[in-house]
């Protein structure tokens, strides 16, 4: 069998990134957007997985069924499937879409980097040093330019780390384990909603019938199909060709692309720190693009 091609590889992994931004982007303008629409973190959690275990039902027509064993799937579909988007929602009650942006995208390659070094022994390179360092630098303009108009918004920032935290340990587990894009895929949309839906219909707080029909159908889809049927193929497409280190600092860019369609879409308007930020971040995940991935 050839050789795969790495010119090959990087650029379909780059451009998987890019898209990942987008999907990304809106995911956190579309979660802010439904504590507004009479939705409960609950139920934004029910719709993303419910969305979810439709979409990956149909991709069972042309893939077959996801064979991890058993502890590597409840891995999986605990972190990306549980974790990430129930701290996720749960914090958009207490926080704006570009806090919850500046954390969850801006810290997330710190903290895949250092879990990197720690379990994988992989090392990032000076120019992927820097572009930390810049991705930080504009997360922290972003912050400190919306930070004070939102006095309650530490707690939302706390359930974002825990988001941060879980999203991390997916990333390296994908890696370490070699889970093939769509193999990780159907695991979480596959997974999650059996074990979450009986629980939330029984046991949760839920306005669901409260809520507008136009919402309800479009966090399902944006939160199911894109952001986890999507994105989550996007996402492990990318780390596969670049590595995880690379790929979460190229995606560091969804905090000014959210920030700035938070502004139109939400009314959370930017201020000079904020489109300083804005800057910082984007020249930050330009730097971390160039050069060779580490591995």
Same mark, same amino acid.
């Given at each position: 069998m050839?050789?795969?091609?790495p ?5 379909i992994?780059?451009? $998987?990134?890019?898209?990942l ?6 995911? =956190? ?7 507004s629409?009479?939705?409960?973190p609950?139920?934004? !959690? ?10 990956? #039902? ?21 972190t990306? !499937? ?16 570009? =806090? !919850? ?6 810290v ?41 108009? =939102? ?10 780390? $825990? ?15 070699? +889970? ?10 596959l997974? $999650? ?31 199911? #199909? ?8 996007l ?17 560091a ?26 800057? +910082? ?6 730097? !971390? ?7």
């Amino acid at each position: 069998m050839a050789e795969a091609d790495p010119a090959r590889e990087r650029r379909i992994g780059l451009a $998987c990134a890019i898209l990942l931004i987008i999907v990304w982007a809106g995911f =956190h303008v579309a979660a802010r957007l439904g504590s507004s629409q009479q939705l409960t973190p609950w139920d934004m !959690g029910a719709l993303r997985m419910g969305g979810a275990f439709a979409g990956g #039902l149909v991709l069972l027509l042309w893939f077959r069924p996801p064979r991890l064993p058993l502890p590597r799937a409840l891995a999986l579909a605990a972190t990306a !499937g549980f974790g990430f988007p129930l701290f996720a929602y749960a914090g958009y009650v207490f926080a704006p879409a570009a =806090h !919850g942006a500046v954390l969850m995208a801006g810290v997330l390659p710190f903290a895949t980097a250092i879990l990197a070094s720690l379990f994988l022994a992989e090392r990032f390179t000076a120019r992927q040093g820097a572009a930390l360092v810049a991705v930080g630098a504009g997360a922290a303009l972003l912050g400190a330019d919306m930070w004070g108009d =939102h006095p309650g918004a530490w707690k939302g920032d706390l359930l974002f780390l $825990c988001a941060i935290l879980s999203w991390a340990v997916f990333t390296l587990l994908i890696r370490r384990w070699r +889970v093939p894009p769509m193999e990780g895929t159907l695991t979480v949309a596959l997974w $999650c909603a059996p074990a979450y839906l009986p629980l939330w219909w029984w046991l949760l707080p839920s306005t669901l019938g409260e809520a507008p029909a136009g919402a309800v159908a479009f966090q399902a889809v944006w939160q199911g #199909l894109a952001a986890v049927i999507v994105a989550g193929f996007l996402f492990a497409l990318a780390v596969k060709a670049l590595g995880p280190v690379t790929t979460t600092t190229i995606t560091a860019a969804v905090p000014p692309v959210a920030a700035l369609a938070a502004w139109p879409l939400l009314g959370e308007a930017l201020g000079p720190l904020g489109l300083a930020g804005v800057t +910082v971040a984007a020249a930050g995940m330009a730097l !971390g693009v160039g050069g060779p991935a580490r591995r």
